[in-house]
């Protein structure tokens, strides 16, 4: 069983609102990820981190940031939520020497 | 640019079957190849991966067969159980001396388990 965890996990706000999403593994894992989904379809990454202090943008733009100030810790922001940033939220992690990755459950957000 | 789809989006298998959900890539120098879960209302979990200097792979339950000649993987679920109903995603890499780390998901397909 994983040790990520998400939240919230579920979040309804209004157009303008600052929203962080929190993330955070107990796997001591170096690698951290955000992933965007909309419903049935496929993950876009959006953020990704190899260690503290290490962020990169991933291949769907975005107007999100990340830090990883702590190894276990990879807070989203959103400055100003918008109704197009409705969608799930999937982070993940991974040790530094293997690949597979380990999902959260995800956070559901919905911009009004 | 490059992208990674599956044949159907939807599959229907009576329990106890075997099952095979397909995958097509488009980049030729992708070397890295995984299989998620994902259950309803929960993250992707990790089935089965496999890399390009193979052809086959097994796990439990599980077989993903790769051919690189014509950019296609499958994943076979034998012994289909109601457990297995979910929705299921191959991903690539990008391509050579690309970080395993960035990887391109499939839209997924769904598989509903007929009792």
């Known amino acids: 069983e994983a040790d990520i965890y998400q939240t919230p996990r579920y979040l309804v706000i209004g157009t303008g609102k600052k929203i962080t999403l929190e993330c955070s593994q107990t796997?001591?894992?170096?690698?951290m990820y955000w992933y965007q989904q909309d419903p049935g379809m496929e993950l876009h990454l959006i953020h990704y981190s190899y260690g503290v202090n290490s962020t990169e943008k991933g291949d769907l733009s975005s107007e999100s940031t990340v830090s990883r100030i702590r190894t276990e810790h990879f807070p989203l922001t959103l400055e100003s939520a918008r109704p197009s940033h409705t969608s799930q939220y999937l982070c993940a992690s991974s040790a530094l020497t293997f690949n597979e990755q380990f999902f959260g459950p995800g956070t559901r957000l919905t911009v009004l | 640019g490059e992208s990674v789809g599956l044949h159907l989006p939807t599959l229907s298998v009576q329990e106890g079957d075997n099952s095979i959900i397909n995958c097509a890539y488009s980049?030729?120098?992708?070397?890295?190849f995984i299989w998620y879960k994902q259950e309803s209302g929960k993250g992707p979990q990790f089935i089965i991966d496999?890399?390009?200097?193979?052809d086959k792979r097994q796990g439990q339950r599980v077989t993903v067969l790769l051919n690189k000649t014509v950019k296609h993987l499958s994943l076979q679920i034998a012994a289909t159980q109601p457990g297995d109903s979910a929705v299921y995603f191959c991903a690539a890499t990008e391509g050579p001396g690309t970080s395993y780390d960035k990887v391109i998901f499939g839209p997924g397909t769904s598989l509903s388990v007929i009792p």
């Open positions: 496999i890399r390009s200097n193979m």
């Open positions: 796997m001591g894992h170096d690698k």
């Open positions: 980049n030729s120098a992708s070397d890295y």
